[in-house]
């Protein structure tokens, strides 16, 4: 089952490749447009008018429909201009011989060979257009041909290697096709799960940065702000429980966190046992980071005790947050991840582990974002690990 993203890939793709062979075969025509002025300008024998307006209409038609594919199309519109091209170059071409009479069977094979597998290395649209491509000109070759009384099987080659020659050239260049669409397609699905996995791991931008072999990833960020958040109780609650559910419990509760994280368009960094770590403000800044993370906190809140409405259980959580700059990266050649370093980390990381549970404490910094649009209370002065005396206040929620 081919996917929208597949579709919609493949037929950008076509058109592409589409529009190269026609600027290619455009060059070809206009070097034996050139070839054709020369002989004239010569006055050579080798010139002829009809060779000349030949040339002109393939050229007027290769410019339409290059012109054409500016925009994109449906992929039946891109596989009509593939034939309407081919047989204008195959078909037109054959009617000179035709006209002239000078059509040589064994010359025709060595033309068959070189359009298809042009076609086929150059435009790889459908095999099925392929084939029809050329059906097309087969057709044109022997109906017509015979029609007018022209001979169509060589004299000076046996007529069964002639047709064996025929059949091998379409199947090759049809199943090259074939074959190329399949390995495109699962290209296509290979990098595009790989990118899934990488972009549940990084941030879009990161990842890109990687992909484009960038060595070093560190960025400085001046104005962020860090939520730390630690399920109170859990560790006690998990050495009662089988593992299997205390694993389905974390990930229930982690799995909202992470929708949240979502609806609010935040950088989760990593969960490290059942505490928890995102970030406003990168890796693309933000006006309202700080406002974006307490949203987040009270959300956080209300989905605890939602999860223990649904369990039956008593757990709390403890959230710390803190504005300030941080500096950002990649670590690792090996489960590398997106983290911060700095002492905002650090100044979140104490909000947490020196607050209460159930409470969303928030440093002096992060309070001058947020008072003016939400409600606080004042808990004071209090000693901080590493940090001294600060003045904490606990986020209630909006006015």
Same mark, same amino acid.
């Given at each position: 089952m081919e996917t929208p993203e597949y579709q919609l890939w493949r037929q950008q793709f076509m058109q592409k490749r589409l529009s190269l062979g026609m600027?290619?075969?455009?060059?070809?025509?206009?070097?034996?447009?050139?070839?054709?002025?020369?002989? @004239?300008?010569?006055?050579?024998?080798?010139? %002829?008018?009809? !060779?000349? =307006? $030949? +040339? /002109? *209409?393939? &050229?007027?038609?290769? #410019?339409?429909?290059?012109?054409?594919?500016?925009?994109?199309?449906?992929? @039946?519109?891109?596989?009509?201009?593939?034939? %309407?091209?081919? !047989?204008? =170059? $195959? +078909? /037109? *071409?054959? &009617?000179?011989?035709? #006209?002239?009479?000078?059509?040589?069977?064994?010359?025709?094979?060595i033309w068959w060979m070189v359009t298809f597998f042009s076609q086929a290395t150059l435009v790889p649209v459908r095999w099925r257009f392929h084939l029809i491509s050329q059906l097309g000109g087969l057709a044109y070759y022997f109906i017509v041909n015979t029609a007018v009384g022209i001979?169509?099987?060589?004299?000076?080659?046996?007529?069964?290697?002639?047709?064996?020659?025929?059949?091998?050239?379409?199947?090759?260049?049809?199943?090259?096709?074939?074959?190329y669409e399949k390995l495109a397609k699962s290209e296509f699905y290979a990098r595009n799960?790989?990118?899934?996995?990488?972009?549940?791991?990084?941030?879009?931008?990161?990842?890109?940065?990687?992909?484009?072999?960038?060595?070093?990833?560190?960025?400085?960020?001046?104005?962020?702000?860090?939520?730390?958040?630690?399920?109170?109780?859990?560790?006690?609650?998990?050495s009662h429980l089988p593992p299997n559910q205390v694993v389905e419990f974390l990930n229930q509760i982690f799995s909202q966190f992470d929708r949240l994280v979502e609806i609010h368009q935040l950088e989760k960094i990593k969960t490290i046992g059942d505490a928890y770590l995102v970030v406003s403000g990168l890796p693309y800044?933000?006006?309202?980071?700080?406002?974006?993370?307490?949203?987040?906190?009270?959300?956080?809140?209300?989905?605890?005790?939602?999860?223990?409405?649904?369990?039956?259980?008593?757990?709390?959580?403890?959230?710390?947050?803190?504005?300030?700059?941080v500096v950002a990266g990649v670590i690792g050649l090996k489960k590398f991840a997106y983290d911060l370093w700095g002492d905002t980390v650090n100044t979140a990381s104490r909000m947490e582990s020196h607050g209460v549970a159930g409470k969303i404490q928030v440093s002096a910094s992060a309070y001058e974002h947020l008072k003016h649009l939400y409600k606080f209370e004042e808990r004071g002065v209090i000693t901080v690990k590493g940090k001294g005396d600060m003045t904490t206040y606990f986020l209630l929620g909006k006015y």
């Amino acid at each position: 089952m081919e996917t929208p993203e597949y579709q919609l890939w493949r037929q950008q793709f076509m058109q592409k490749r589409l529009s190269l062979g026609m600027r290619i075969a455009f060059f070809y025509f206009v070097t034996l447009l050139g070839e054709q002025f020369i002989y @004239l300008l010569r006055g050579s024998t080798h010139f %002829s008018q009809i !060779w000349l =307006i $030949t +040339i /002109l *209409i393939i &050229l007027a038609a290769i #410019i339409y429909g290059t012109n054409h594919l500016k925009r994109l199309r449906s992929p @039946l519109q891109t596989s009509l201009i593939f034939l %309407s091209i081919s !047989w204008t =170059i $195959t +078909i /037109l *071409i054959q &009617l000179i011989d035709t #006209i002239s009479r000078r059509v040589k069977p064994e010359m025709m094979l060595i033309w068959w060979m070189v359009t298809f597998f042009s076609q086929a290395t150059l435009v790889p649209v459908r095999w099925r257009f392929h084939l029809i491509s050329q059906l097309g000109g087969l057709a044109y070759y022997f109906i017509v041909n015979t029609a007018v009384g022209i001979d169509v099987i060589p004299n000076n080659i046996p007529t069964i290697s002639w047709f064996i020659n025929i059949f091998w050239t379409c199947f090759i260049s049809n199943i090259s096709v074939y074959l190329y669409e399949k390995l495109a397609k699962s290209e296509f699905y290979a990098r595009n799960t790989s990118e899934k996995l990488l972009l549940n791991i990084l941030p879009e931008s990161i990842a890109m940065r990687l992909k484009d072999d960038e060595n070093t990833i560190a960025d400085s960020f001046t104005d962020v702000t860090v939520l730390f958040a630690d399920i109170v109780g859990f560790t006690q609650l998990s050495s009662h429980l089988p593992p299997n559910q205390v694993v389905e419990f974390l990930n229930q509760i982690f799995s909202q966190f992470d929708r949240l994280v979502e609806i609010h368009q935040l950088e989760k960094i990593k969960t490290i046992g059942d505490a928890y770590l995102v970030v406003s403000g990168l890796p693309y800044p933000r006006p309202d980071h700080t406002e974006a993370i307490a949203d987040m906190a009270i959300d956080m809140q209300i989905a605890m005790h939602k999860f223990n409405q649904e369990t039956g259980k008593n757990l709390n959580i403890r959230i710390g947050i803190h504005t300030g700059p941080v500096v950002a990266g990649v670590i690792g050649l090996k489960k590398f991840a997106y983290d911060l370093w700095g002492d905002t980390v650090n100044t979140a990381s104490r909000m947490e582990s020196h607050g209460v549970a159930g409470k969303i404490q928030v440093s002096a910094s992060a309070y001058e974002h947020l008072k003016h649009l939400y409600k606080f209370e004042e808990r004071g002065v209090i000693t901080v690990k590493g940090k001294g005396d600060m003045t904490t206040y606990f986020l209630l929620g909006k006015y």
